[in-house]
Nanobody, 126 residues
Framework: QVQLVESGGRLVQAGDSLRLSCSTS????????MGWFRQAPGKEREFVAA????????YYEDSAKGRFTISRDNAENTVYLQMNSLRPEDTAVYYC???????????????????WGQGTQVTVSS
C-alpha cells in the first residue's frame, strides 16, 4: 500500500521559516518525481515545487522561487520543502505527491501525479 505522509505544518508568523517533510512507503521512491502542491480555502489546488527522480532538477511556482527549496533524500524515501520568508498568502494545506511527468512541462501538472498525501496545514499570520 502506497502511503505519503506530510508533516511539519503549523502556525507561524510572517517572515518565519518552516520545513515540511513527506515520508513515503510502498513505492519505489527513486522511480518517482515528487511534487508539493497547496490549496488555500476557496481556491483550487496549485503547484508549488517539484523535484526529479534523482534530485538533479527542480521546478518552482513563481512566488516560491527564491524563498522555497525542494529536496529529496532517496535513502530515506523522503521529500522536503524548506520555506523561508513566509507570507500570509502562503497559508494553505500543503500536499506532497509522487508521479512520473513525461517532461519538464508536466512537473507542475497535478494530473501527472498518481499518489497524494493527506496534507499538512500551514498558517502564516501577519
Amino acid at each position: 500500500q502506497v502511503q505519503l505522509v506530510e508533516s511539519g505544518g503549523r502556525l507561524v508568523q510572517a517572515g518565519d521559516s518552516l520545513r515540511l517533510s513527506c515520508s513515503t512507503s510502498g513505492l519505489p521512491f527513486n522511480n518517482y518525481a515528487m511534487g508539493w502542491f497547496r490549496q488555500a480555502p476557496g481556491k483550487e489546488r496549485e503547484f508549488v515545487a517539484a523535484v526529479s527522480r534523482s534530485g538533479g532538477s527542480s521546478y518552482y511556482e513563481d512566488s516560491a522561487k527564491g524563498r522555497f527549496t525542494i529536496s529529496r533524500d532517496n535513502a530515506e524515501n523522503t521529500v522536503y520543502l524548506q520555506m523561508n520568508s513566509l507570507r500570509p498568502e502562503d497559508t494553505a494545506v500543503y500536499y506532497c505527491a509522487a508521479g512520473k511527468p513525461y517532461s519538464a512541462t508536466y512537473y507542475s501538472d497535478a494530473g501527472a501525479y498518481g499518489y497524494w498525501g493527506q496534507g499538512t496545514q500551514v498558517t502564516v499570520s501577519s
